[in-house]
Nanobody, 126 residues
């Protein structure tokens, strides 16, 4: 069992940047590959970014509006997502998640992630 809490969302003007954070507790954070997902209103939750347990391997979704950088600090049990060059298509609730299952996809489908945070809202004006 691991508890995840996202923070850092808010309102940002088009073209601006935000940094999202995810704080983990309950289990050894460094054992879990981690992912960021987002859910645009009226659409299904979709993959944003993945990072392996050591932080040495990352993957990003293809159809993302803006630039994304996923990082982790295993000493501080935190996961981060840097969002830059944002446009209105980035408006969504962003979730961090811990991967517990292996599948054929490199980053894994939604079903590979057992633990989820409550989400943090990102709103881009325009």
């Amino acid at each position: 069992q691991v508890q995840l809490v996202e923070s850092g969302g808010g309102l940002v003007q088009s073209g601006g940047s935000l940094r999202l954070s995810c704080a983990a507790s309950g289990r050894t954070f460094s054992h879990y590959p981690m992912g960021w997902f987002r859910q645009i209103r009226g659409k299904e939750r979709e993959f944003v970014a993945f990072i392996d347990s050591s932080g040495g391997l990352t993957y990003y979704g293809k159809s993302m509006q803006g630039r994304f950088t996923i990082t982790r600090d295993n000493d501080k049990n935190t996961l981060s997502l840097q969002l830059s060059s944002l446009n209105s298509e980035a408006t969504a609730v962003y979730y961090c998640a811990a991967r517990v299952r292996l599948s054929g996809a490199e980053y894994g489908p939604l079903s590979d992630y057992a633990y989820w945070g409550q989400g943090t809202q990102v709103t881009v004006s325009s």
